[in-house]
């Protein structure tokens, strides 16, 4: 079986040969660990439980499980995705940036129609692997990263030699950003649970023998492997980006995937996780079921979606707060920015999703 910290892409022969000696280590890891395990049984982990700290008063209603009665559900067909999520044209005239980056990495491109047609053709390509809605509405043009105030920090860390983490990176581009303002790709780790994005992402910048930095595919932050003691990547990271990712988990399992974040990084005063979401002015956030993620069963063997939540800047907090009760000093920030509902293409998702109150969410742990 395959190791979950897996490396997929690396650019230059050191860095290759750099990852495939992780690959090795982490499988030698592995099968020390099973063989270990299959002489004597290991006594099952304590579950984290994670309350809310003096300076959270209360834990909102919104982040329980619904009571309402499960329904049977399937997997969302490419129809229906289309019907809810699809936008054809690309938001470069609405985001100069993104139409900058391109140029960026794709001097060969001249003119803005054939920009077009190549970002058609990969998002095409993506949205046949995945049926998301941040592709058929090229929400990934976003560039989360730059959101925040302290993104000249950010960028200013990297270049002095701090690592950075882009967990659920997607295609990278938030990586690549970082590489046209300044920062070198050394310092930057992609990470996805699905590798296939990556192929795309070298198609489209064309920098594969150019991006020094990291890609690793196959990783999945529920499992222990990736960020437990004998992980190259635990306590590695001075910075994690979750940009649109803890969404993509239920309610009652985020603070637990908040604290696997941790795991991974730095215990060292200024580290810290920080990311973006899509919230809602609602104070408790607004809780729905996702219609583009798997079913699964719950305990009557009844198939459910997964609970989806929109988070409020007090359910974020909270959230935080509540992922590393006991570790340390932590200073906690979650802050909401409205969205222009005349902007393709964060029109649809609005309107798709218009009972939320929709606002952007910005959101950051430091360690102190």
Not at 3 to 31: D, E, M, Q, Y
Not at 336 to 365: G, R
Request: glycine share 6%; charged share 25%; with cysteine.
């Amino acid at each position: 079986m395959d190791s979950p910290v897996r490396p997929s892409h690396t650019a230059g022969t050191a860095a290759l040969a750099r990852l495939h000696l992780n690959k090795l280590v982490a499988i030698k890891n592995r099968f020390l660990r099973r063989l270990t395990k299959s002489k004597k049984t290991k006594p099952a982990a304590a579950p984290v439980v994670a309350s809310t700290p003096a300076v959270v008063t209360s834990t909102p209603a919104a982040t329980s499980t619904p009571t309402a009665a499960p329904v049977k559900a399937s997997i969302i067909d490419e129809q229906t995705a289309r019907s809810k999520y699809w936008v054809e044209e690309p938001p470069i005239n609405e985001h100069p940036s993104a139409e900058a980056l391109i140029k960026y990495f794709r001097p060969d491109i001249k003119d803005k129609a054939s920009m077009i047609r190549l970002l058609k053709d990969i998002r095409l390509k993506a949205w046949q692997i995945k049926y998301y809605p941040c592709v058929g509405q090229w929400l990934f043009f976003k560039f989360g990263m730059t959101e925040h105030a302290m993104y000249p920090e950010i960028v200013d860390r990297v270049k002095q030699g701090q690592r950075i983490l882009d967990m659920g990176c997607f295609m990278g581009f938030d990586g690549r950003k970082l590489v046209a303002d300044g920062a070198p790709s050394s310092g930057i780790t992609n990470m996805d649970l699905e590798d296939r994005w990556f192929p795309l992402s070298f198609e489209l910048f064309k920098d594969e023998n150019t991006f020094e930095g990291e890609f690793f595919g196959g990783c999945d932050i529920t499992d222990e492997e990736l960020f437990g003691e004998d992980s190259i990547h635990r306590h590695r990271y001075d910075m994690i980006y979750i940009g649109y990712f803890v969404h993509l988990f239920p309610p009652s399992q985020q603070a637990k995937i908040l604290n696997n974040l941790v795991q991974m990084l730095k215990p060292t005063s200024g580290s810290m996780i920080f990311g973006n979401t899509s919230g809602s002015a609602k104070e408790n956030g607004f809780l729905m079921k996702a219609d583009f993620a798997p079913p699964s069963k719950n305990e009557k063997g009844e198939w459910v979606r997964p609970d989806f939540i929109f988070h409020s800047e007090k359910t974020i907090v909270e959230l935080m707060a509540a992922s590393v009760k006991g570790d340390g000093e932590w200073v906690f920030s979650g802050q909401q920015s409205a969205i222009d509902l005349d902007l393709s293409p964060t029109k649809a998702y609005a309107e798709h999703f218009k009972d939320v109150e929709l606002v952007n969410m910005n959101f950051c742990m430091r360690r102190l």
